[in-house]
């Protein structure tokens, strides 16, 4: 059975009058490959530690205390200290109003949280505000205190329950006029190459489905590790597209349009022939039928991922191992 996952934050929801003891639980989780740190030419590890700066000691982090550098001096805090000074005790998520989801613009969105009531008692509590929110199609904007910091948040009803979503303070936002100096403003286009841009966008229209996309540069950092335990090399990535040049723009533009608009059976490439095409696709049936069928049952799930990755079977990233395994035989024997 697996373990059960405990709230990285728990206090009291309240709107108006109402009170709702939740949990909060972290919704997505990094699949990124780490790496430890080891001197060149050996296998020793590289161990980051806390060093006092004068004398070289490590430092215990009992006997670390917070300093804020006022220039002519530090004014120490200790943690104990924040936590005294935290509004509403860090333990108070309490809704000031309800706005509409379209006017929170997206850059304002930072991390997703689920939030779960704190036993089943409240669980109607906890589905009424769902359902509410739900029907209005408004999200809650609360402020909250978690681990010393406080954090703007905003309560949405999403698929039968609610998550909460950190928010950036509005003084973190930057300015991109401040940022970028090369912003080009309303640069002139002409018509032709407007309607182009248009008819590009057109064709390269897709339907959202998350579970199409997946991190191929984790699957090479992967595929680089086992090459190289194996002694093999790997294939160098193709370098970056030149840039588009004003002059080459509307040839790029009506190119594109060609390409995307292209049948998706032929991968976006034209066929010097009909027969052609046809007779390749004849060989590859051929082939895929005299191909023996391939024992999965000793795979792990990670092997499994990597082969409904190179056949671009959809939904891949939410299968489970057994998921994986029949997906990959229903696709292998298909004509």
Known sequence: ????????????????????????????????????????????????????????????????????????????????????????????????????????????????????????????????????????????????VMRQHEYLVALKAENGLLTLHTLHWADEIRDPKQEIDTLPGKAKASDKELTMAEQLIGAMSITWDPGEFHDTFQEKVAALIDAKKAGETVEKAEPAADPTGVVDLMEALRASVERASSPKATGGKATASGKASASSKASAKKRIRSTPKEDLSGLSKADLYKKAAAANLPGRSQMSRDDLVKALSSSASRP
């Open 1 to 144: 059975m697996a373990a059960v996952a405990r709230p990285v934050w728990a206090g009291n929801l309240s709107f108006g009058l109402v009170s709702l003891p939740v949990g909060l639980y972290t919704a997505t989780d990094s699949h990124t490959i780490h790496f430890h740190q080891l001197q060149r030419g050996t296998s020793d590890r590289i161990r980051n530690r806390r060093v006092n700066e004068r004398t070289g000691d490590e430092v215990e982090l009992d006997n670390i205390v917070k300093g804020y550098d006022t220039g002519d001096e530090y004014v120490l805090v200790e943690p104990k200290e924040l936590d005294e000074i935290a509004p509403g005790r860090s333990r108070s998520l309490e809704i000031t109003g309800f706005v509409d989801l379209a006017e929170v613009d997206p850059i304002f969105f930072d991390k997703t949280y689920y939030l779960g009531p704190r036993g089943k008692e409240y669980g109607k509590v906890y589905s009424l505000l769902e359902q509410a929110l739900a029907k209005a199609d408004k999200a809650g904007i609360a402020t909250f």
